[in-house]
């Protein structure tokens, strides 16, 4: 972490690590702006008069729901569902101590795995790893490989595991 401060900490317990770290740069770039309080929150960039002409330097924050939710015009969270630079400003001028349940989107959250679909479901938390799909299909594949190498080592070899091979599909298929 870069440092204490509060809504880092909790975002650090939230994200995952790549998102955790979007929310560090984010936080970083936040840094570059001041915030006046007129009707509406305002970040403006501290080398404004420094900034190409082209570049937006003031960018309205409005904070809804008495708190609960910001929104700023540069429409990052709208995009891509995380906060951006401007909003995080505002909300360390008002003192904001831990994310809001509404600016966290499951999706860049470490339990996001909850909410996998039916044909992906057994990468998901908690499920026994002997059993899942992914264990028992790369065991197979590993010894299959092996089988291979050694099969093609020589004539002898090669027709004893194809032979054994044909025999274990067709106990396999009537096992199943």
């Known amino acids: 972490m870069r440092g204490s401060i ?7 317990k939230v994200y995952t690590r790549k998102m955790f770290e979007q929310f560090g740069e984010n ?6 702006y001041q915030v006046e309080e007129i009707v509406k929150h305002i970040a ?3 080398d404004a008069e420094k900034c190409e002409k082209w570049r937006v330097v003031d960018y309205k924050v409005t904070m809804l729901d008495d708190g609960e939710w910001f ?3 540069c429409g990052q969270f709208t995009h891509m569902g ?11 001028y008002v003192v904001v101590k831990e994310m809001l349940k509404r600016h966290i989107l499951k999706r860049w959250t470490k339990d996001a795995r909850d909410i996998l ?4 479901a057994h990468f998901k938390r908690n499920q026994v790893v002997n059993k899942s799909f992914t264990c028992r299909s790369s065991t197979l594949y590993l010894h299959a490989m ?3 190498r050694l099969g093609d080592s020589s004539v002898m070899t ?7 091979s044909k025999d274990m599909i067709a106990e396999v298929i009537t096992a199943s």
Request: include cysteine; glycine fraction near 6%.
């Open 44 to 46: 403006r960039h501290n």
């Open 117 to 120: 679909p039916r044909h992906l």
């Open 146 to 148: 092996e089988l291979v």
């Open 158 to 164: 090669y027709e004893l595991v194809l032979g054994r």
């Open 6 to 12: 509060a809504i880092e900490q909790h975002a650090n």
């Open 71 to 73: 929104e700023c015009e």
């Open 82 to 92: 995380m906060v951006c630079c401007h909003a995080l400003k505002v909300m360390g």
């Open 27 to 32: 936080l970083f770039k936040g840094r570059a």
